[in-house]
């Protein structure tokens, strides 16, 4: 069964810094990872979708990186800002699956 | 494009009452799934349409839910009758195929008093 660990829980960073959230997943085999970001009473909002055969994707000042092998993925946030304080999930697509298997994701808050 | 619709965005109920959430995918999207987010379990799948099909349901808690697409533009989740655990967040979300990303709704926050 897959399972997808994400740490750490909470992390607070003043404005400006970067910074490097991290997902684990126990099984290799997945088709692909998404990262999302919760803003508190509201929905996911898609961030970085990574193809297993892919190993990294950039948006901006995000960039997301996927290792299978080893089952982790990091997401890197640069010059972080004010308005990026929200939680980050991690979610995996197992091979032969549609559905996703999510992380308990990282709180993130950015002070100015 | 509106994005992934959901109603009513708050429900509060009580306790054996008959709970209806709705959902309205983005144009062209072929697959919607319903997830379910509390703060104990975290958001877990609940059932998966492709094409309107009801594919896979093993998320499905028990038999006081059900799910229905009667069509491209329209799914609902049914709680009957509702009880206080049942209280959570429930998410839709669609994609366009089988390549790409999932895009959630607002969610439907449901307390069952």
Request: contains cysteine.
């Given at each position: ?11 607070s960073?003043?404005?400006?810094e ?11 085999a997945i ?22 055969s ?9 960039n ?13 946030i640069?010059?972080?800002?004010p308005?990026?304080?929200a ?26 | ?19 209806t959430?709705?959902c309205?995918?983005i ?7 319903w997830?379910?987010q ?5 958001l877990?799948?609940l ?12 998320g ?17 989740l ?14 839709c ?6 390549y ?14």
């Amino acid at each position: 069964k897959q399972e997808v660990t994400q740490i750490p829980a909470a992390l607070s960073v003043p404005e400006g810094e970067n910074l490097v959230l991290n997902c684990s997943f126990t099984d290799s085999a997945i088709y692909n990872l998404q990262w999302f970001r919760q803003d508190p009473g509201k929905g996911l909002t898609s961030l970085l979708l990574i193809q297993s055969s892919q190993r990294e994707q950039t948006s901006g000042r995000l960039n997301a990186s996927l290792d299978k092998s080893s089952g982790r993925s990091t997401l890197y946030i640069a010059a972080s800002q004010p308005g990026d304080s929200a939680t980050y999930l991690c979610a995996v697509r197992p091979s032969g699956f549609q559905k996703l298997v999510f992380g308990t994701g990282t709180r993130l808050l950015v002070s100015p | 494009d509106a994005g992934v619709i959901q109603s009513p965005r708050h429900e509060v109920t009580e306790m054996g009452q008959e709970v209806t959430l709705r959902c309205k995918p983005i144009s062209g999207h072929n697959s919607l799934f319903w997830y379910r987010q509390t703060m104990m379990r975290g958001l877990e799948l609940l059932i998966y349409f492709n094409n309107n099909v009801p594919i896979d349901d093993s998320g499905m808690p028990e038999d006081r839910f059900s799910a229905k697409m009667p069509n491209a533009s329209f799914s609902t989740l049914k709680i009957q009758p509702s009880e206080p655990r049942d209280s959570a967040v429930y998410f839709c979300a669609t994609r366009g195929s089988s390549y790409n990303e999932q895009f959630f709704g607002p969610g439907t926050r449901l307390t069952v008093l």
